[in-house]
């Protein structure tokens, strides 16, 4: 594969930037469910069925933290597109921080602590950098967030 992609569980890939030339390879991985986290939307081959796309932009900056509703956001589609057989990929300009963290978030609503969430990703995608400071704390707040309002009792 040419593509800058990295599979990190058999439901969930990181990439840097899709470009519309490989559009027939992201469909050959079964993506369902993009969580476009640029702040430009893909090209239109890539929202287009079977794909979704959900355009979540966000700011790498450590002056500007991840919003946690856009992070809430994200998992909340991504799960039950995963239930449901499909896969998810998540990108970012270079696959580095925001889609790590999106990523990560998605493994926090599966089940994974935030510690084995960014070790996967780790692993998985030599370029991840989820413990930088400002990404590490908002995967950390987004579990705290995620097993509060989880646990919280229905009304």
Same mark, same amino acid.
């Given at each position: 594969?040419?593509?800058? @992609?990295?599979? @990190?569980?058999?439901?969930?890939?990181?990439?840097?930037?899709? !470009?519309?030339?490989?559009?027939? !390879? @992201?469909?050959?991985?079964?993506? $369902?469910?993009?969580?476009?986290?640029?702040?430009?939307?893909?090209?239109? *081959?890539?929202? =287009?069925?079977?794909?979704?796309?959900?355009?979540?932009?966000? @700011?790498?900056?450590?002056?500007?933290?991840?919003?946690?509703?856009?992070?809430?956001?994200? *998992?909340?589609? #991504? %799960?039950? *597109?995963?239930?449901?057989?499909?896969?998810?990929?998540?990108?970012?300009?270079?696959?580095?921080?925001?889609?790590? #963290?999106? #990523?990560?978030?998605? %493994?926090?609503?599966?089940?994974?602590?935030?510690?084995? #969430?960014? =070790?996967?990703?780790?692993?998985?995608?030599? $370029?991840?950098?989820?413990?930088?400071?400002?990404?590490?704390? $908002?995967?950390?707040?987004?579990?705290?967030?995620?097993?509060?309002?989880?646990?919280?009792?229905?009304?």
């Amino acid at each position: 594969m040419g593509y800058d @992609i990295s599979q @990190i569980t058999d439901y969930l890939y990181i990439s840097a930037w899709p !470009e519309r030339k490989y559009a027939e !390879e @992201i469909r050959s991985l079964n993506v $369902r469910l993009i969580l476009s986290t640029h702040w430009l939307l893909p090209g239109k *081959v890539l929202r =287009q069925p079977p794909i979704q796309l959900l355009w979540l932009p966000m @700011i790498d900056s450590p002056l500007t933290p991840i919003p946690l509703p856009l992070l809430h956001r994200g *998992v909340q589609a #991504a %799960l039950p *597109v995963i239930q449901g057989g499909g896969n998810i990929l998540v990108h970012c300009r270079y696959g580095v921080h925001r889609s790590v #963290a999106m #990523a990560c978030c998605v %493994l926090i609503g599966k089940g994974y602590s935030a510690d084995e #969430a960014m =070790q996967l990703a780790k692993n998985r995608r030599d $370029r991840a950098d989820p413990y930088r400071w400002y990404i590490r704390s $908002r995967i950390e707040k987004f579990e705290l967030d995620w097993l509060r309002t989880k646990n919280r009792p229905a009304i």
